[in-house]
């Protein structure tokens, strides 16, 4: 698939709502991490904004996602492939980064939210994060 049409097939992608999340796994800063509907495999990356990933498949306490878009690299277009795995394991959890062609995998130790109705810091997030603007 040529770089033409990978952009068209992110572009068009849909923005679903992150209201339906089971949780959140992220870092401590409150704020960088991912909301993960398990039902559907529904997956975002929060932060700054809130990005929409391809959906993440389960295989026992982990989930993973490769995302592959253009990004825009000064006056230039690049192609960003980033495979994510999201290990929620009780006590354990981690999120493990690999971006091909810069470098291995990069894990970081995480946390968990599943309080994503009322109250807790995935609810917080499902709230407040605006959807990155393309």
């Known amino acids: 698939m040529g770089l033409t049409a990978i952009a068209g097939a992110l572009s068009g992608t849909a923005y679903a709502g992150p209201e339906q ?22 997956l975002w990356m929060t932060g700054p904004c809130l990005k929409s990933l391809e959906p993440a498949q389960q295989s026992g306490s982990s989930w993973s996602s490769r995302t592959i878009e253009l990004v825009s690299i000064g006056r230039g277009y690049t192609q960003l492939d980033q495979h994510f795995v999201l290990d929620l394991s009780e006590g354990a959890a981690q999120i493990v980064v690999t971006s091909a ?15 994503c109705s009322a109250g807790g810091l ?5 709230q407040t994060q605006q959807a990155c603007q393309d």
Do not use: H, M, Y
């Open 101 to 115: 062609g810069r470098g291995g995998a990069q894990a970081f130790p995480a946390r968990t939210d599943r309080d």
């Open 122 to 126: 995935c609810a917080r997030l499902i």
């Open 21 to 42: 999340s089971d949780v959140w796994v992220g870092l401590s800063d409150d704020v960088s991490g991912f909301l993960l509907d398990e039902d559907t495999g529904d």
